[in-house]
């Protein structure tokens, strides 16, 4: 505590407004393009595959980190307003250099009403 | 994971190399005065205890996050050399007003080389 | 731009609106105890003076940030509502290790509404 | 102070290690597609056109900051290393969605050694 919201496959989740939910609050990390080694590497993370979350002011996404296993690689942070005060996807594309051959990408997206929400890991292989 | 590392007592710890580890990475919560409702309460959070920490520019506390509950209240971000690249207690204090009956601390500190440690929870009573 | 808006004492402002417009987005920067070379000092700041700053939801301070000169020591951020959506005096206690024989400090602080204000400096001189 | 140092073109530089000390601090704003009133726009910004910053733990591009006017939009900060301690354009790819018929983009690097950068502002109309 705080809780880690962990991402759970929406297909398993009975309910409309829980898929809503756990879709919206959690981060997807796409990997643009192949790693090779000690070339730059463009990483997305997004909030929400299939739903949208508010951007009002007193419920937005604050902030969206990035890490290699344990290690914070970059973050994001957030001011609401900045998506219009729409419903949206949160979303922020970092760039990283892989130095080893195998990353274990995983971020957290943290929701000022309903806290800290952790993607599931991406495994990059990272080519010599 | 990131694996969310928690304070272990470290009396309960035999291998000096662990107590110090654990205690050095660990946040600890201390309220400065008596929380009122509606009223300002300074929150320090000092990373730890008896054993202090590197500033070194490739292992330093790079940041403090303070929660109640689920509830990012404040953070504090930190640049390495700011304590001297010495051994040190890094530290915070931060200011809040308390609006409800109880709150439940939490304090999260980020190490660079050793990741997300998190402190035992405090329980603070509001008086109104 | 973005503009930097500076401190201007308010003494010889004429216009009560621009006096608490001035001072509530202010930072001020307070130096605990005596600076002593590698010892640990605590440097507070505090948004306003005399006068207090909204915490709504789309009108608050959502950081204080603190230089020596050219070089950020720390930053903390803040989430609107943990002054309990009261005007308040946004503040913070950094801790800080000088290493040299003076420090010009100088604060940032950020307004979600009326941008970016800056201290008026402070020169602090560090004993051996 | 600190400082805002503002973007010069360095075409204007004679002297090559001030072209290069200017370019790799200077953030750029690249807009990607046409902005549309409401819809979502990508923004990206990466410091340094024709040469690249250090990625060195004592000497590292903290953060990149994004401004319409005075007003933030969004920020990252990075932790030396993610980009292999190899010279780099550190860079982002924020995402807004604008609301009104112009913006006015600057964005703000900070190194750890060479203090704030401002981009020079990117004017952009928006479509309805």
Redesign the interface.
Known sequence: ????NKYVDIDTVERESKKDLIDRHSPFITVLGDAKK?E?L?VNVRMGQEYTHP????HFI?SITL?N????????????????N?K????????????SNKL?L?A?G?C?K???WEST?VVVEVAE
């Open positions: 505590m705080p809780k880690i000690s730059m463009s951007d009002d002011f007193d604050e890490f296993g344990e290690t914070k690689l970059a973050a994001a942070s957030f001011i609401p307003g900045t998506l219009g729409e949206s996807h949160a979303e922020v594309t970092f760039n990283i250099r892989p130095m274990n995983i957290h943290y000022t309903h806290g800290i890991p």
